[in-house]
């Protein structure tokens, strides 16, 4: 799919995240479950699936024909960073053909001793047509991303850094600065707990919005209820 279909068809609509790691309840190690999910979000009307892992990207293509935005998170000794952190992922994401591919664009640190500068120019060389997508967590990381070519910039990562603002819902100001100075799509992304949050995050100027885990969770889900009952 080209870039151009792809933003046309994202602009204005709800990405869902299907995602699920080691250790989550979702997590079957024998295969992947999350195609499911994805049928469901398919059958909601979203034009597009984030997930992660090589596994999930290729079985919910295969499930769903939607465009996908693939990472794959994995921890290194030495990185902070962990999604899609390294030229393995991003190789092993475009040989399962996923439509984005989604890269940790933060200052955090990389044990690789490269700079996440260095980093990006070296996937956009190697892949000058992939769609790139950067996952920050501030303005200063958005605009570097920007000006380094990589093609979507999201607010993934707002809250998830030692240095970005820790908030109880999403970073809308993130949102609306971003989206005011870049000429690529701003992806509104993180701790989107609710249908009124994804409108005020496409209010704030976000080109399309990332939600997962209020809906595609369940621990997360029932734990929300739970504590609010238990707290009144």
Not at 5 to 20: N, W
Request: hydrophobic content about 40%; proline content about 5%.
């Amino acid at each position: 799919m080209k870039k151009e279909e792809l933003f046309e068809r994202i602009k204005g609509k709800v990405i869902v995240s299907c995602q699920a790691v080691p250790g989550e309840p979702l997590y079957v190690e024998e295969k992947s479950i999350m195609y499911l999910m994805a049928r469901a979000a398919k059958q909601a009307g979203t034009p597009a699936i984030r997930t992660s892992s090589i596994r999930d990207v290729v079985a919910i293509k295969e499930e769903t024909g939607l465009p996908v935005i693939g990472l794959v998170k994995i921890k290194y000794d030495g990185f902070e960073s962990y999604i899609t952190p390294t030229m393995k992922e991003v190789d092993d994401l475009v040989a399962a053909g996923s439509d984005v591919i989604a890269l940790d664009c933060t200052d955090q640190k990389r044990g690789d001793g490269k700079s996440i500068s260095e980093f990006i120019t070296e996937v956009r060389t190697k892949y000058p047509e992939a769609v790139l997508m950067a996952d920050i967590s501030t303005y200063e990381e958005g605009i570097r991303a920007w000006k380094l070519g990589m093609d979507i910039v999201g607010t993934t990562m707002s809250g998830y850094t030692s240095y970005s603002p820790k908030l109880d819902g999403p970073d809308f100001e993130l949102v609306k600065k971003l989206s005011s100075e870049l000429d690529i799509p701003v992806i509104g992304e993180g701790r989107v707990h609710s249908p009124e949050q994804a409108v005020q995050m496409l209010d704030a100027g976000a080109f399309a919005v990332v939600v997962g885990g209020a809906i595609t969770r369940p621990l997360e889900i029932a734990q929300r209820f739970i504590k609010a009952v238990e707290a009144r």
